[in-house]
């Protein structure tokens, strides 16, 4: 990481389920730009972290949502895309967001913009 990022970010490494409580007790939000980029059976809950730590206009983009086209194999028992599935029922309930994009072609990512 250059030295103007080393000022601006800082990097936390554990478990994103215990360290996401410990940022908000901090008060170091909201955030304008959220990426989820982790295990895919927690994409749910990340994306509901997301939402305490973002406000009205921030951008949240969630990768690896469509998983190869394996998240419409409904046999598949991969928690992996059980979690992505979870995720994106979530995500097109959720009415404070009132933008979803989807690259299905690129079987990579989701951006969500919060709109409340």
């Known amino acids: 990481m250059g030295a103007f990022a080393q ?5 936390r490494l554990g478990q994103a389920l215990s360290t996401l409580p410990q940022i908000a007790a901090e008060g170091n939000s909201p955030f304008d730009l959220i990426f989820i980029d982790a295990d895919k059976p927690n994409n749910s809950d990340y994306f ?3 939402l305490k730590l973002s406000r009205p206009g921030s951008l949240i983009v969630a990768d690896n949502v469509v998983r190869n086209g394996a998240v419409i194999d409904a046999t598949s028992s991969d928690p992996s895309v059980q979690g992505v599935r979870r995720f994106n029922e979530l995500l097109a309930s959720e009415p ?3 933008l ?3 690259r299905p072609w690129a079987a990579k990512d989701t951006t969500a913009l919060r709109s409340q």
Do not use: D, T
Not at 7 to 11: G, I, Q, Y
């Open 48 to 50: 509901k972290w997301a």
């Open 100 to 102: 979803r994009q989807s």
């Open 7 to 11: 000022r601006l970010v800082e990097k």
């Open 96 to 98: 404070r967001v009132n």
